[in-house]
């Protein structure tokens, strides 16, 4: 696999490099959910277009990431699902929606895979729980109440990847999450307890209760059924998390 890209993902794909060797993994642009600007967004647009050529031109599958999270699938009545039309409520929502379009308009040979929030060691500063943790750490944590996040620890995002290329999806789109989104203040209170701190919490606006689907998910990979996704997975995604901060 040929991985396009230098940051957190790009670097949670490289136990992968000497697979797929007909793939291009498309791991760079904007990761921001919010504070991106239009430059932002357009410099990834040009950037899908520039690969998207030559991935058609060299008879490679291209594999997009774009974004489960609450952007996309915040307004959806139900799990969102990948089946079904959905209306983003963030611009980096609609972004990333944009850009599906974009890559499913030109022709090219594709995997569209819709991220949760991925977890693991080195996340940007900018990502939810990193954000958290630091917040916990000085001593105030802002929250949207009634807010939900699918987190998915990097390596069961890693296998789901894998076996899905594995199986050869053509032109799908699929959503890579746990199918389990917890509410913030269980994600603030967990970590907050593994951390012995007490923050205090100040809330902003209500935040947006979601859910994301993972039928097609579990129908492509059957094995998802073994990798332990459920209503407490959230608290080994940070155990894991907190363990590499500290090795």
């Not at 890559?103 to 900018?126: E, M, Q």
């Not at 076996?163 to 890579?176: D, K, M, S, W």
């Amino acid at each position: 696999m040929e991985i396009v890209g230098t940051g957190f993902l790009a670097r949670c794909l490289r136990p992968l490099a000497d697979r797929h060797p007909d793939t291009v993994a498309l791991a760079a642009g904007e990761s921001r959910t919010s504070g991106a600007s239009d430059a932002d967004f357009a410099r990834e647009a040009a950037l899908l277009r520039d690969v998207t050529k030559r991935c058609a031109a060299d008879g490679q599958r291209l594999l997009f990431f774009s974004t489960a999270a609450t952007g996309l699938y915040g307004l959806a009545e139900g799990p969102g699902s990948e089946d079904v039309p959905v209306t983003p409520c963030t611009p980096y929502g609609a972004h990333k929606l944009a850009l599906e379009e974009q890559l499913r308009d030109s022709g090219a040979d594709h995997l569209i895979l819709r991220l949760a929030h991925l977890v693991g060691p080195h996340g940007r500063y900018h990502q939810l729980v990193p954000t958290l943790v630091r917040q916990i750490r000085e001593g105030v944590v802002t929250l949207h109440r009634g807010a939900t996040r699918d987190l998915i620890r990097v390596g069961d995002a890693l296998t789901v990847i894998d076996r899905l290329l594995a199986t050869g999806p053509r032109a799908e789109t699929v959503n890579v999450a746990s199918g389990f989104a917890a509410p913030v203040e269980d994600i603030v209170g967990h970590l907050a307890g593994a951390l012995g701190l007490e923050p205090r919490t100040e809330y902003v606006a209500t935040g947006v209760p979601y859910a994301i689907s993972t039928r097609k998910l579990r129908a492509l990979v059957p094995h998802v059924a073994d990798m332990g996704f459920g209503p407490d997975y959230y608290q080994l995604v940070l155990n894991h998390f907190l363990a590499a901060e500290h090795a």
